[in-house]
């Protein structure tokens, strides 16, 4: 197999073996007309626990990836780039707290971690710890193959949230909104392809590529399982 077949069979892996990111299979989206204003507010409040997480996961990556100087530098600039590029006000997971807090009234700061949120974040955490750099790789390379997805998800459960619960919205010059289109059109798609640049130019024995894929489906179904549990909110 070349290194694009790779990247093909990564894609069924995420998109159709898996239903995360697929809006018309994931959970949530499916829960949702069912939901209550304060159950899908629990429900984000959920997701920003992986947003403030993603920093340490990234980190655990590169420490692993660190005998590939090209993904340990592509898998630092998305870290700087999530902590505001040394800009504090802008860590992209305060912006995104402080969004959905004063535009919408979400008690992110009283959050708790549900279980199922700490099984997926630990689970993500061991994906990125594994002793073999391409199941590391092909763990890293799914959060980021996801994200554009995932986020849009994310975004039409806000949408249903402000919806429920009356005169709420997402202002088009709010911290929501800067943080969502910022990510889907800009951030993210920038991740996924310097890291399958830096992935690709690696990616040549079989055994190798079977270790990629074997980290695609580590985390994918451990997003399965989240959105699952989220989708059952209290």
């Known amino acids: 197999m070349t290194e694009q077949d790779y990247f093909t069979r990564a894609r069924v892996v995420i998109h159709y073996d898996h239903i995360a990111v697929d809006p018309a299979r994931n959970p949530a989206i499916k829960a949702a007309a069912t939901l209550s204003p304060a159950q899908l507010g629990w429900m984000i409040a959920q997701y920003t626990f992986l947003t403030k997480a993603i920093v340490g996961i990234l980190s655990t990556a590169k420490e692993n990836l660190s005998c590939w100087p090209e993904a340990a530098t592509e898998l630092e600039r998305n870290i700087a780039e999530e902590l505001g590029d040394g800009h504090p006000d802008r860590e992209h997971f305060t912006m995104f707290k402080r969004g959905l807090e004063d535009e919408l009234g979400i008690a992110v700061s009283a959050a708790v971690r549900w279980p199922v949120t700490e099984t997926f974040l630990g689970a993500l955490t061991r994906a990125m710890s594994d002793h073999r750099p391409f199941v590391v790789?092909?763990?890293?390379?799914?959060?980021?193959?996801?994200?554009?997805?995932?986020?849009?998800?994310?975004?039409?459960?806000?949408?249903?949230?402000?919806?429920?619960?009356?005169?709420?919205v997402v202002r088009p010059d709010g911290l929501i909104h800067k943080f969502l289109e910022s990510h889907i059109c800009g951030f993210e798609p920038q991740h996924e392809m310097g890291l399958r640049q830096v992935v690709g130019g690696r990616l040549r024995a079989e055994n190798d590529g079977r270790h990629f894929l074997a980290g695609c489906k580590m985390v994918m179904r451990a997003m399965d399982n989240w959105w699952a549990g989220l989708a059952t909110a209290p």
């Not at 799914?142 to 949230?161: C, M, N, P, Q």
């Open 137 to 168: 790789a092909g763990a890293v390379y799914s959060i980021e193959a996801t994200a554009v997805e995932e986020l849009k998800i994310v975004r039409t459960l806000i949408g249903e949230y402000a919806r429920l619960s009356g005169n709420l």
